[in-house]
């Protein structure tokens, strides 16, 4: 093989060992879910979203990514267009604090300030820990409605939950080794109680106090008629909740080497 080839070869070998680069970034956005109170609009926002991460690019295709993120989402039955959740009337508000770890994997070769392509779309999937925390508003009160046991769980279910995050971006180079992006990513955690909401309305004397019976069963606030009877339908039951987050992102890259045969 003529020397010159060989050294183009190992030029653009250490090239692409070398644009391997670590990555850091913020974002903000939105939360939404998709559960009891909200079960048929997968792309409702009903609350903020943060999160910040740390990334590494093994090249311009393949990333791994480890992310803190941090969401509210709510919900209340009188919002809705259903006359039978507007006569149910629970609500919530539920923190989500996540930790997770996620691969990417850009469609176009992505190296911001070198690379030739300026954007990319990309796809994402990983695994995640959730803590969460539902409330409600009671009487101009916020209580927390886990330690309730508002459908008569023999013990409060835990607030701890994993999933799988999953989505779809696109970035852009915006200038420098800066990078823009947007996403939305899916979770679908191993619970029903995002909202405090799954089954069925309990015994009320089961409940532990007067006010997990108020809690359980909100519907004659307004009208003076509760339909809560003991083992009617209180949520689907059937389902795992889902939340979102749909974010802007901005982060940098620390490229270890400006390689032009990129």
């Avoid at 209580?143 to 994993?162: A, C, M, P, V």
């Amino acid at each position: 093989m003529p020397k010159f080839i060989l050294l183009i070869l190992l030029v653009f070998i250490s090239c692409g060992l070398r644009a391997q680069a670590w990555e850091i970034g913020a974002g903000v956005g939105g939360s939404g879910y998709m559960g009891d109170l909200n079960p048929n609009n997968p792309v409702k926002i009903s609350g903020p979203s943060f999160s910040g991460f740390v990334a590494y690019n093994f090249n311009g295709y393949l990333s791994a990514k480890i992310k803190g993120s941090f969401g509210i989402i709510s919900a209340a039955d009188s919002n809705s267009s259903s006359a039978q959740f507007r006569a149910r009337n629970l609500s919530f508000k539920t923190t989500l604090v996540e930790a997770s770890a996620i691969g990417e994997f850009n469609f176009f070769n992505y190296i911001p300030e070198i690379g030739k392509n300026v954007f990319t779309p990309y796809i994402y999937l990983g695994f995640a820990a959730l803590k969460f925390k539902p409330t409600t508003v009671y009487n101009g009160v916020e209580y927390s409605l886990r330690s309730e046991e508002t459908e008569g769980q023999k013990k409060s279910y835990t607030n701890l939950s994993f999933s799988f995050p999953y989505g779809v971006g696109i970035k852009y180079n915006i200038f420098g080794q800066f990078t823009m992006a947007v996403d939305m990513g899916y979770r679908n955690p191993n619970t029903d109680y995002l909202d405090d909401v799954s089954g069925v309305y309990p015994v009320k004397n089961t409940l532990q106090s007067p006010l997990a019976v108020a809690l359980s069963d909100r519907s004659g606030e307004k009208t003076g008629v509760y339909i809560g009877s003991p083992g009617t339908q209180r949520g689907d039951g059937n389902s795992r909740d889902t939340y979102f987050f749909t974010q802007i992102t901005l982060s940098y890259t620390f490229l270890s080497q400006k390689c032009y045969f990129q």
